[in-house]
């Protein structure tokens, strides 16, 4: 995680995050000042964040919607104070309703960000001041801290170019925390494709089978909120195993780039959440996929059965099936 200290200091009405970036000063400056990189990190896995306004000049104003797994929408505004290109700016950052006005009940708050060169990349150092110890406590309430954390644990991605940070290191699992699990991986190939080869059952049957020996019985897709999906796969000729299959309810379609399902074993009581997101950079897609667990146990015994080897295995098929067609 980028995020090595996180301050809180009511006697000040501060709240101060450090976080260190394997990146120049100049690089890290330009994912906070452009709006389009700004998307891909500025809201935690889970809520990414679509700007729809974006004046950054001292006055101007920014505006932004994160996006909830469950369709919930919370919304936000910067006003810029201050901009000294490329080491600090300043904004004053305040809830608001989706026509941009302030949300009584919920505190503004001022936030500076300070770039610093080190000898590995560049330090940022976030300091937001608060108008009362009551304000710091409600933002820490809602989350804000581990909110900030998740979402700069995000910013690695953003800061390099896909190919350098994730070509040939195949499917990786990251643990977020005790019940979210980031599963990342790039393919060579466009984001259309690679949609729609996760959303067409012919496409599907193709490619997404685990380990060899194994068939896709069942595809039925989702392709509006609200709808049921459900796959099932069973073994051929001397595979060893039983039949088995999800199902679940499409809970977001913003295609080509997300969708948002539930998900349980047929069968089965538990259910999980997973929230596929596509980005594509000079041809290649990288595939992020954020799994929310019930609880750490149940995170545990599913990561345990060897299902990130199944994905490796299915993902490499996709490459070699499809996207080199």
């Given at each position: 995680m980028p995020v090595t200290d996180v301050i809180t200091d009511t006697e000040n009405l501060t709240m101060t995050v450090v976080a260190d970036f394997a990146a120049?000063?100049?690089?890290?400056?330009?994912?906070?000042?452009?709006?389009?990189q700004l998307e891909r990190f500025w809201g935690p896995p889970g809520w990414p964040a679509t700007f729809s306004e974006w004046d950054h000049t001292v006055g101007g104003r920014a505006q932004y919607t994160m996006n909830g797994p469950r369709g919930e929408r919370s919304s936000g505004s910067w006003e810029f104070l201050s901009i000294e290109a490329p080491h600090r700016f300043e904004v004053l950052d305040s809830f608001v309703d989706e026509d941009g006005k302030p949300l009584e009940g919920f505190p503004a708050q001022r936030m500076s960000f300070a770039f610093e060169p080190t000898d590995a990349g560049t330090r940022m150092v976030t300091?937001?001041?608060?108008?009362s110890v009551d304000a710091i406590e409600q933002v820490v309430s809602m989350g804000q801290v581990e909110g900030l954390k998740l979402a700069m644990s995000q910013l690695d991605i953003v800061l390099q170019d896909l190919r350098e940070y994730a070509q040939g290191k195949g499917l990786t699992v990251d643990l977020l925390d005790d019940v979210h699990v980031r599963i990342t991986r790039l393919v060579e190939?466009?984001?259309?494709?690679?949609?729609?080869?996760?959303?067409?059952?012919?496409?599907m049957k193709q490619w997404l089978l685990g380990p060899d020996g194994w068939e896709m019985t069942e595809c039925i897709v989702a392709t509006e909120v609200g709808q049921t999906h459900r796959t099932s796969w069973a073994p051929v000729g001397d595979t060893e195993g039983e039949p088995f299959g999800f199902e679940g309810e499409a809970l977001v379609i913003d295609a080509p780039r997300r969708?948002?399902?539930?998900?349980?074993?047929?069968?089965?009581?538990?259910?999980?959440?997973?929230?596929?997101?596509?980005?594509?950079?000079?041809?290649?897609?990288?595939?992020?996929?954020?799994?929310?667990?019930?609880?750490?146990?149940?995170?545990?015994?599913?990561?345990?059965?060897?299902?990130?080897?199944?994905?490796e295995a299915s993902y490499a098929r996709l490459e070699q099936e499809l996207l080199t067609v």
């Open positions: 120049p000063v100049e690089r890290v400056w330009s994912a906070y000042s452009d709006p389009r300091t937001s001041h608060f108008a190939g466009p984001r259309e494709l690679v949609w729609r080869a996760h959303n067409e059952p012919e496409l969708s948002v399902q539930t998900e349980r074993m047929i069968g089965m009581p538990v259910e999980t959440l997973n929230d596929l997101n596509l980005y594509e950079e000079d041809g290649a897609t990288l595939i992020t996929l954020y799994i929310e667990y019930p609880d750490k146990e149940t995170r545990d015994m599913i990561l345990a059965t060897g299902m990130a080897d199944g994905m």
